[in-house]
């Protein structure tokens, strides 16, 4: 039992101690994108309303819906450089008082052009700050060893948000109205929301005389020196690892991340925005399409945290590339099967890999060059993952207008599915990762 | 079934992936899966949820609170 006990990454001890409190961390960095997530995911509920009140298309409420996109991409490298410089906890707190005040005056607003600069501009600018990017960012600086979970955790929070508040607001605009759902968005994100983070939050485990993982320090002057210089090279990263994030653009496994989450944005904004036409497409029951998804989501939210888990005793690029090829499977299975069969093997087999590339793409990018850049080369990347979607969106649009069938757009997702597997398997991660590191290199 | 396509159209729904919004159409729908199978009504669907949203920071905070290394760090700031 005591060896078990040892593969149990929520033990409340540590070596016969208390519980880490980097677990707190992670807790907090789960509601908060429980909540950013979960509140970010309800637009969509409230455009009927919308089109009805103001009398617009929703074509036109689309555009603040893509100006929100881009801004979003735009603001993650930005408010990341920002999280490595000052820590995440000012971001965090700061970007929940800006977007809890913004829901409340989003019940106010009476024009796409308002929605389109509040929704579009100031909440997606600050939905950066409380991203996978910046809790990336947050997560690395606590977690070593166990970086694969507690990432994974963070992660599992935004899509638990939009499960838990996706219904929670449609339910209760059905009650009131859209304004007072607004409203009470931004109560939730500030009397829940701000304090959380404020309280419990800390930049790092240094703030509390601790070490990442819960290390217990080291007595004597020789042990001691080799905790500091763990710590110095949890912060620098592998042989890559440089004070300037430009010089990450000069090595290989940047530019593999990158074209892996490119390749994640489209595949993952194509099937989320093609998902209901699709399923009409293919004479799918509305009952059997929202069973679909929400089984999507609830497997997406259980195979993130098994992925996190295992990226903690495997090598996590192995696991990067079997996500990018099992996502290239559920594609292929788009294709081959007939409609209703087809969307539930997507289902079963797409949701494993749905959100399992976050955990592992930040957890590797901050083993590669070190913790002291992960916000902002974190958000770089996830920037590419935006660019991604939002070509994807348009490409598959336009192919099925065109074709009339989805299907060769899915096999162009396919493809690049199993392109981005091939090239995460061409990171060398025993030579450039931290973990892999020989004892005199990381004391380097 | 062919179905008209415009691009701009496409771009509202969405991405319960990283930050973007569900899809209207997709909402509806289950929205109606939920009521055909629990027959609950808004506001108790409201009150369920809404319980869950709140206990989490409750939950979180009492957690943090109790722990040592917060009582430490606080008894460290009085000094």
Redesign the interface.
Known sequence: MASLSKFNPFSRRVDGE??F?GW?VV??MF?GM?LV?GT??????F??NWEREWGV???E???A??I??II?GFSQPILGKIVDRYGGKVMVVVSMIVMGVSYILLAFIDSVLMLAVLFGGVI?FF?GGV??GTSGAVITRWFQRKRGIAMSVVAAG??LG?L?????L???M??TSWQTTWIISGI?VLV??V??SA??LRNSPDD???LPDGEKRATGSRASAEQQNRAQALMRGGPLGSDSWTEAFKSWPMWQLSIGYFVCGIT??SI??????WA??E?IS??N???A??IL?GINAGGVVLIGLMSDYFQRHYLLALVYLIRGVAFVSLIVLPGAMAMWAFALIGGAS??AT?PLTTGLTADVYGVRNVGMLGGLI?FS??MG??AA??L???S??RL?TYDPAFAFGAACLLIAGLVILTIKERKYSIRYAQPQQAAV | MRLPTKIPDDSVSVQMHHTESVDPTLAAWINDLLKDLLGWGPWTFVVVLGIAIVVIPIWLIISAMRHPDLGEEAENDAD
């Open positions: 208390k519980r409190y707190n807790g907090v509601f429980f997530l970010r995911n309800s637009f969509g509920v455009v009927d298309s929703t074509g409420i689309s555009v819906a893509a929100g996109w979003n997606s939905a991203s996978p935004g899509s939009g838990v508040l996706v219904p929670f449609t339910q209760l059905l009650a939730i829940l929301g304090p959380t309280l419990i509390m005389g601790l993952t904004a989320s925005t093609h998902f209901v036409r009409i497409s004479d509305q009952a399409a929202a069973w998804f929400g989501m749905w959100l976050v996830n993952h935006q979607g939002g969106v348009l598959f649009g336009l099925f207008d009339g």
